[in-house]
C-alpha cells in the first residue's frame, strides 16, 4: 500500500450521472494498430470509462465484424458513445439515439457537434442545441465545447451532465491553450468539468488537474505516442499526480524565496 | 502490480556516482513544521537520496541536539549533504570536508556557491573553481547551476558526478523558465541532469523529466504546500508520469489533426 | 520623411464599412480623469476611429451636460457607439438604434452582449441573434465576440462587417491569450479582423498585429496606464510595429543559427 | 512633429561610454543581399550604432576590397566592432586590437567568446577574463554575455561599460525566453543593459524595452526577414514603443476587469 496517500483515494471519487469512479482519465479507442493493442492500453491507462466513436467504431451495428466490446466488457468498462464525425444537430441526435439502442438502453452519451472538418471546432450553438434536444429525450450528456465560460454555464443550465471544453483542437497535442479560461470555467461549474482534446503529453494532463478539472478525455496523446501501452500509464501517473496536487494546495509562486518577492505586477 | 509499467521500471533506474537508485526524484529536508512531517513526506516522496543542508541541519556536529539522520537511516536514504548558505570558494570546500568526517567518508555532495542572497542564483564561476579543488579530493560532486548549456558542460569536464541546473529561481516555485536550455543541456550531456530549484507543482516535476532529465530535486514545492505529504505523493507521481512519457515517445504536436498542419514557422 | 517607410504606408490602409482609415488603433473613452487627457490621449493616438459606451457617455441624450462629441468632432473621427453595459438582444439592439438616431443615422456600431458582470466575456448566442436584427435593420456591424473561429465565422456570414474577438477579458490587460485561434480566425476570414479587449501594454498590440489582424481596440490599457498620453503613443507605435513586422515577412524561428536546427517536433 | 511624444524624446537618450544616442536600436552588417540593402535597412532601422564583426567584415584590414565603411561613414555612425567568430580569450583580444588600428584608436568594442559552434552561447568564464584584459588595455567594452544575473553583475563590476544579455541563441530569432532573468539584470544593473541576440520579430523588441532594457541590438531579425528594410523601420518602431511603454506605466494586469480579481497565485 506504498502508494496509497494519506487522503485515500476512495474519498476522492468522480461522479457522473450518479456513478462513482476511481478514474480520473477518460480514453477513447481510436487511431491504435489493432484491437490488442488498444485493449493493453487501455488496460494500462487505468481508465474505467472509454469512449467510443458510434459512426466509426462497430458496437453491434455491423454484425459479423469485429465488436469494439469484445475488448471493452461493459461489466469493466463504462461505455460512452459519442457523436464525433457529426456536423449538425439531427445528425447528432440520431447517433446518440442509435447508440442508446445497440446498448439496450445506456443513457449516457458524449456529444460532439463539430463546425468544421479542419479545426474540428465545436459548433457551439449546434451543440446547445443538440443538447436541449438529447436532455429532453432523457439522455444524460456530456458534452464537448470551447472554451468560453458563458457557453459552459449555458450548457451546464441546460442539463448536461458533464462539461468538456477543449484544451487545443482535437487530435493537435498542444497542451491547454488558455489555462485561465478552464480555470474559471472550472470556478464558475456545478457539474463536473473535464478537458477533453488537446492534450499531448503526461504534464498537460497534470496542469488540467492542477487548474481543478474533473477529469481528462484523450485518444491520440497515447494511440499517437511511439509506444502506446507506456504513455497510457504515464497518463494515468500524470492525471493521479496533478489531482493530488491540487488537493495538497501548491506553494505560492514567487519570484524568489525572500519574502518580499511578489509576482503581482510582473506579468510577462 | 497494476501500477506496473509494460517496460518494467526496474530496467529503468537512475545511478549516480555509481549506485542505481529506482527513484528520480531527490529531495531536501529544510522548512517542515517538524521531524515528524519530514519524515512522511519524504517517506510519501518515495525519495532514495535526501539533501542536506550542512550549515542549517545537525547531522551529528551538535551533539545533544535532534540529529536528521535519526529519521533519515543511511541504510535506507542515501545522504547528500549540499553547502546551502555558502557564498564562496572556501566555505562551501570547508562545509563538504565537514560532512565527509560527519558521514564516516561519504564523498557524495551536492556542492552549491550562492551569488546573492537575493536571487540565490548560482556564482558559476565559483562553483567552477570549488568544483575543481572538490573533485581533486576525491569527492563525488553533483552540482547546482545556472541553466547555462556551456557551463554545464564544463562543469562535467571538471568532472563533476551529476550537473544540476536550476528551473527557476530557488524557493519560487515558478516551474521551469527556459525548456529550451535544459534541453540543449540534456542533448550535449554524458553525465545524469537533474533540475535543482524551482519546481512549484507536479506538473512541472513532470516537464522536467519529459525533457530528458534524470531527476529532479526540489524541498520548497514539498514542504510549503498545504498538505506536504499529500504533495509529495503528487511529485512523486509527475517524476514517474514525466520519465514514462519521456520513453513513450510523445505524439508531434501539431496546430490540427488533419496531415497538413504543421506548427513550424508559427512561432508565436 | 525619416519616418516614412518604403512601402508606403498610403498603400496600407484599413478599410471597414466602406470607408478606409490610415490608422489601425481604435481607442475608447472611458476611465479617463477628465475629457482633457480623453482628448490628449486619444490625440496621441492616432486613432480614428473612437469607441463611445452609449449608455455611460453622453452623445446628445443628456441634453446641457457635457457632451463626448465636444473633443471628439465628428469630421475628423469616425464616431463608433457601442453596447457595453448590455446583457441582452433588445437592450443591445435599442441601443444602437438610440444611438443611431442621436448621431443623425450614422450606422456604425459595436455590437457587444455581455455574458456577465464578472468576466464580462460576451454571450456569443446572443450576441449572434443581435447582429442578425441588427444586420436586417441596416446597420454596419463591429461585433465583439470570444477567439472561437467557428463563432468568428458565423458572425461574418450573417453580414458583420467587421468580425472582434478578444485577446482576454476586457479590462485585464493580459495580453493574448490563445494567440493560435485568433491566426486561426485570421486565416479563416473574409472580413476585418480587430482585436477587442486584453491587449495591456504595446508589445501585447505589436503581437496582435503581427498575427495578421487588421487592428486593435484598447480602452483601459490607455487609461490606466500612469502617463495615459504617453501609453496612447506606445501604443500608435506599437501597431505600426506589429503591422510593419506582418508585412516584413519575420525570419523563421528555429532552435539555433545553424541550418539544421528546426524548432518543430520540440514543442515545450 | 506629430510623430513627438509628450515627454519630449530628446530628454530620453541613451548614453554609452560617455557618448548619447536618440536610437535605442543598435544593429549588424551580416547576412545582407548586398551592401546597399545593407545600407538602406541601416537607413530604415534609424540606427546610430552599428556592429561590424570585424572577422567577417572589412573594416580597411584587406586593401582594395569594398570597405563596410564606406556606407557606413563614422561622421554619422559609431562603429562597434565586434568578436564575432573569437572562440577564445586571446582571440578576442587580438580582434578588439586589430579594429582598434583600424579605426584610429577608436576605444569602443563589442566583446563575445562563444562557447561553442552549434548554440553560439558565450563562454561567460572566458568572456570575464577577456573583460578583464579589455578594460585593463583601455577598451571601453560592450559585452555579450547569458541571461545570468551574477554573471551580468560581475560583468559591470570588472569595468564593461554595458552588458548584453541574449534573448535567446544568436540567429534563433525565439525572442525572449527569460523575461524574469532580463528583468532581474535591469533593477541589478548600473550599466546600461541591451538584448543581444535572440529577438525575432517587432514584439520581441518591444518586450525588452517594456523589460526595462536600454537598448537591443539585432541582426538576423531583420536581415533575414523578407523585407529588411521594412523589418528595420518596423524594429525601430517597436523599440520606441516598448520604450515608450516602459516609461508610460503600464496598467496591472489582472484576471477581470472586476477590483477583486488578482492574478497573484494564479501562477500557470
Known amino acids: 500500500m506504498t502508494e496509497e496517500?494519506?487522503?485515500s483515494a476512495a474519498n476522492d471519487n468522480f461522479t457522473v450521472a450518479g456513478r462513482s469512479y476511481r478514474s480520473r482519465l477518460l480514453v477513447g479507442t481510436g487511431k491504435y494498430k489493432d484491437l490488442?493493442?488498444?485493449a493493453r492500453a487501455i488496460e494500462a491507462s487505468g481508465a474505467e470509462i472509454v469512449t467510443v466513436a458510434v459512426r466509426r467504431t462497430n458496437i453491434g451495428q455491423n454484425a459479423g465484424e469485429p465488436n469494439i466490446l469484445d475488448v471493452?466488457?461493459?461489466?469493466k468498462y463504462t461505455i460512452l458513445p459519442n457523436t464525433a464525425g457529426c456536423y449538425d444537430?439531427?445528425?447528432a441526435v440520431r447517433t446518440c439515439r442509435l447508440a442508446r439502442e445497440l446498448l439496450d438502453g445506456?443513457?449516457?452519451v458524449k456529444l460532439e457537434v463539430l463546425g468544421d472538418e479542419k479545426t474540428l471546432f465545436p459548433d457551439v450553438m449546434a451543440t446547445l442545441e443538440a443538447a436541449k434536444v438529447l436532455v429532453a429525450d432523457g439522455f444524460d450528456v456530456m458534452v464537448y465545447t470551447n472554451d468560453?465560460?458563458?457557453?459552459?454555464?449555458q450548457l451546464e443550465e441546460i442539463g448536461c451532465c458533464a462539461v468538456m471544453p477543449l484544451a487545443a483542437p482535437i487530435g493537435s497535442g498542444l497542451g491547454i491553450r488558455n489555462p485561465l479560461n478552464i480555470r474559471t470555467i472550472v470556478e464558475n461549474a456545478s457539474v463536473p468539468i473535464l478537458v477533453d482534446a488537446g492534450v499531448g503529453t503526461a504534464s498537460d494532463a497534470a496542469v488540467a488537474m492542477e487548474l481543478g478539472c474533473d477529469g481528462v478525455l484523450m485518444n491520440t496523446a497515447i494511440a499517437a505516442a511511439r509506444d502506446p501501452v507506456l504513455m497510457a500509464s504515464a497518463m494515468r501517473k500524470g492525471i493521479e499526480a496533478g489531482r493530488e496536487a491540487?488537493?495538497?494546495g501548491r506553494m505560492q509562486a514567487r519570484r524568489f524565496a525572500s519574502a518580499s518577492s511578489p509576482i503581482e505586477g510582473l506579468f510577462f
Open 5 to 7: 496517500t494519506p487522503m
Open 36 to 38: 490488442d493493442e488498444t
Open 72 to 75: 471493452l466488457p461493459p461489466e
Open 89 to 91: 444537430v439531427d445528425s
Open 106 to 108: 445506456h443513457s449516457l
Open 148 to 153: 468560453d465560460p458563458i457557453i459552459a454555464k
Open 246 to 248: 491540487y488537493r495538497a
